[in-house]
């Protein structure tokens, strides 16, 4: 479909297009930037137009290459006709093919993007010969884009089933190509009363430079970035969980720097209205970390009963991950006593209903560390009951009972700070034990869910303790097969910033710092990743003195 679109806006274009033409010669390169004011074919891909004399039966060789946007070529003859055309023919997403002119005369090379929206610079080269077959021609990073968005402006969009897909978490999401200037900084907020909004920030190849998860209060996502040029970013639109989550979203982007907040405990507020919605999304995916889901229907349980259940890695999870899973009831009239324990985990109750104003949360109401909600409802309901666990350890699972009883019951007030430290001692999320590196060593680490969630970003982190002398200047270096490494120093007289946090610097996606400690004292060096829920094994070392970084960029597939 698109090659005949093309081929109709060449033969459109070609009355009008002669003065745009922007000569080239065999053997010469020019670089040149598709910007916003270039003329567009009809699917909204912008283009520049070149024009070179042919000799029939030469061979010529054309290439298109930029990181800024997937290149795509086309040759046509002087009055518009199509002539030969490529995608992919380079490495990396780049366009490259082989002309033979069948006569004389004047020829046009249009520089093109592939997906509606895309600008940025790229590089023309025009040679004799035959063009070299690339050892890879397969496309990675770069992908269908949604749209433009400026710094200053608002839009809003829905994320539906037909929009592309992470396979690696199962959610959908959407690049919007984002104009930016060097030096200047901007804050992206993606909000949604839909699912749970999660923002990356890329260069054009699919390089994630930021992302984020609730910084922008609840559930939404913000971020802040100041980039150090002008080649376009692109802002991805995506969700946090669970997978297959679709909705309305709104994206703006505004001048300056926001404050980021503080991840809370981000519970959606259309999730009681959607229970079924969840319930089936769960039932037919696998959540990350968990296996197949539970059955769409909720289980009822009437006042006077006890039920016995198991809160498992199959059940929901709620952005905070923790799990939980649903109940329903009618109430009496009068009051009713509910009460959650449990031996494994730290409990926590959720009652939600249509005609309540306010979800109603108890974590240590009940007996020791039970969790308990005793009230008059205001009608028979029905009201929906949620098994669920304090955010601290995460993921926590195990066997509880749930009990609904006829009359009042007291409720303590008070916080059992106890029973966050019963649950973390248990094998139901609890983190490892302490780690600890000293220069000159290397060790051997697994970065897994029972680690520290960095809320920030929804990414797992294990720290080791360093003993560090004041003006030592040192180099850690991270290295994984499993995950994007990530890592950064925190202790006496940090106050955090670039110089002690790095991504690539290793070489092949691993992370290297060179830092100097400012004081003397314990210092932690945190494992992290770049991507969000990634675990797996890692090297890590520490040596003394400072090593060169590597330039070479991170290309490993998410």
Same mark, same amino acid.
């Given at each position: 479909?698109r090659?005949?679109?093309?081929?109709?806006a060449?033969a459109?274009?070609?009355?009008?297009?002669?003065?745009?033409q922007?000569?080239?010669?065999?053997g010469?390169? /020019?670089?040149?930037?598709l910007?916003?004011?270039?003329?567009?074919?009809?699917?909204?891909?912008?283009?520049?137009?070149?024009?070179?004399?042919?000799?029939?039966?030469?061979?010529?060789a054309v290439? !298109?290459?930029?990181?800024?946007?997937?290149?795509?070529?086309?040759?046509?003859?002087?009055?518009?006709?199509?002539?030969?055309?490529?995608?992919?023919?380079?490495?990396?997403?780049n366009?490259?093919?082989?002309?033979?002119p069948?006569?004389?005369?004047?020829?046009?090379?249009?520089?093109?993007?592939?997906?509606?929206?895309?600008?940025?610079?790229?590089?023309?080269?025009?040679?004799?010969?035959?063009?070299?077959?690339?050892a890879?021609?397969?496309?990675r990073?770069?992908?269908?884009v949604?749209?433009?968005i400026?710094?200053?402006?608002?839009?809003?969009?829905?994320?539906?089933?037909?929009?592309?897909?992470?396979?690696?978490?199962?959610?959908?999401?959407?690049?919007?190509?984002?104009?930016?200037?060097?030096?200047?900084?901007?804050?992206?907020? !993606?909000?949604?009363?839909?699912?749970?909004?999660?923002?990356?920030?890329?260069?054009?190849?699919?390089?994630?430079?930021?992302?984020?998860?609730?910084?922008?209060?609840?559930?939404?996502?913000?971020?802040?970035?100041?980039?150090?040029?002008?080649?376009?970013?692109?802002? /991805?639109?995506?969700?946090?969980r669970?997978?297959?989550?679709?909705?309305?979203?709104?994206?703006?982007?505004?001048?300056g720097?926001?404050?980021?907040?503080?991840?809370?405990?981000?519970r959606?507020?259309?999730?009681?209205?959607?229970?079924?919605?969840?319930?089936?999304?769960?039932?037919?995916?696998?959540?990350?970390?968990?296996?197949?889901g539970?059955?769409?229907?909720?289980?009822?349980i009437?006042?006077?009963?006890?039920?016995?259940?198991?809160?498992?890695?199959?059940?929901?999870?709620?952005?905070?991950?923790?799990?939980?899973?649903?109940?329903?009831?009618?109430?009496?009239?009068?009051?009713?006593?509910?009460?959650?324990?449990?031996?494994?985990?730290?409990?926590?109750?959720i009652?939600?209903?249509?005609?309540?104003?306010?979800?109603?949360?108890?974590?240590?109401?009940g007996?020791g560390c039970?969790?308990?909600?005793?009230?008059?409802?205001?009608?028979?309901?029905?009201?929906? /009951? !949620?098994?669920?666990t304090?955010?601290?350890?995460?993921?926590?699972?195990?066997?509880?009972?749930?009990?609904i009883?006829?009359?009042?019951?007291?409720?303590?007030?008070?916080?059992?700070?106890?029973?966050?430290?019963r649950?973390?001692?248990?094998?139901?999320?609890?983190?490892g034990?302490e780690?600890?590196?000293?220069?000159?060593?290397?060790?051997?680490?697994?970065?897994t869910?029972?680690d520290?969630?960095?809320?920030?970003?929804?990414?797992?982190?294990?720290?080791?303790?360093?003993q560090?002398?004041?003006?030592?200047?040192?180099?850690?270096?991270?290295?994984?097969?499993?995950?994007?490494?990530?890592?950064?120093?925190?202790?006496?007289? /940090?106050?955090?910033?670039?110089?002690?946090?790095?991504?690539?610097?290793?070489?092949?996606?691993?992370?290297?710092?060179?830092?100097?400690?400012?004081?003397?004292?314990?210092?932690?060096?945190?494992v992290n990743?770049?991507d969000?829920?990634?675990t797996?094994?890692?090297?890590?070392?520490?040596t003394?003195?400072?090593?060169?970084?590597?330039?070479?960029?991170?290309?490993?597939?998410?």
């Amino acid at each position: 479909m698109r090659s005949v679109l093309l081929l109709t806006a060449l033969a459109i274009a070609a009355p009008v297009a002669l003065s745009s033409q922007i000569p080239v010669r065999v053997g010469q390169s /020019i670089t040149g930037r598709l910007a916003q004011t270039d003329q567009k074919f009809s699917d909204g891909s912008r283009y520049k137009m070149y024009a070179f004399v042919g000799n029939k039966g030469d061979t010529v060789a054309v290439d !298109l290459t930029s990181d800024d946007f997937d290149a795509n070529l086309l040759i046509a003859d002087a009055s518009g006709n199509s002539l030969a055309r490529n995608d992919d023919g380079g490495e990396n997403c780049n366009a490259r093919l082989t002309f033979v002119p069948p006569a004389t005369g004047n020829y046009r090379i249009y520089a093109n993007s592939s997906s509606q929206a895309e600008i940025g610079e790229f590089k023309l080269m025009v040679a004799r010969g035959k063009a070299r077959v690339p050892a890879d021609s397969v496309c990675r990073g770069f992908g269908p884009v949604a749209g433009m968005i400026e710094v200053g402006q608002t839009i809003t969009g829905n994320l539906t089933a037909d929009d592309p897909e992470f396979h690696s978490d199962s959610t959908y999401f959407e690049r919007w190509v984002l104009p930016v200037k060097p030096n200047q900084a901007f804050t992206a907020d !993606l909000q949604s009363d839909d699912f749970d909004a999660y923002l990356w920030l890329t260069r054009g190849h699919g390089d994630k430079i930021v992302a984020n998860d609730d910084g922008g209060g609840g559930c939404n996502a913000r971020l802040v970035y100041t980039p150090q040029d002008d080649h376009p970013l692109r802002l /991805i639109v995506n969700t946090a969980r669970p997978p297959h989550s679709t909705g309305r979203f709104t994206l703006r982007v505004t001048e300056g720097e926001s404050t980021i907040e503080t991840k809370g405990n981000c519970r959606l507020r259309n999730v009681a209205s959607n229970t079924q919605t969840l319930q089936q999304a769960t039932s037919t995916t696998t959540q990350p970390g968990g296996g197949g889901g539970q059955s769409a229907s909720l289980q009822a349980i009437r006042v006077g009963e006890t039920v016995n259940g198991t809160l498992s890695s199959s059940d929901s999870l709620y952005p905070d991950n923790t799990y939980f899973k649903f109940y329903q009831f009618t109430a009496p009239t009068g009051p009713v006593t509910i009460d959650l324990a449990s031996d494994d985990f730290d409990p926590v109750l959720i009652v939600r209903g249509d005609d309540l104003d306010n979800s109603i949360i108890n974590d240590d109401g009940g007996p020791g560390c039970a969790a308990r909600v005793s009230r008059t409802f205001p009608s028979r309901g029905p009201y929906r /009951i !949620l098994v669920n666990t304090t955010s601290t350890p995460q993921r926590q699972t195990g066997r509880f009972s749930l009990s609904i009883t006829q009359g009042s019951s007291p409720m303590r007030d008070d916080d059992n700070s106890n029973c966050g430290q019963r649950a973390g001692a248990g094998g139901a999320g609890a983190a490892g034990g302490e780690h600890s590196i000293q220069v000159g060593q290397t060790q051997q680490g697994q970065l897994t869910r029972n680690d520290v969630l960095l809320t920030s970003d929804s990414t797992y982190a294990q720290p080791w303790t360093i003993q560090g002398r004041a003006g030592q200047t040192i180099t850690i270096d991270l290295e994984s097969d499993a995950f994007d490494s990530y890592l950064f120093l925190r202790g006496p007289g /940090i106050s955090g910033g670039r110089d002690f946090q790095d991504d690539d610097s290793g070489g092949n996606c691993h992370a290297r710092l060179t830092a100097t400690f400012p004081q003397s004292g314990e210092y932690e060096i945190v494992v992290n990743t770049a991507d969000h829920y990634a675990t797996g094994a890692f090297t890590l070392s520490v040596t003394s003195g400072s090593k060169p970084k590597s330039v070479a960029r991170c290309t490993r597939s998410n």
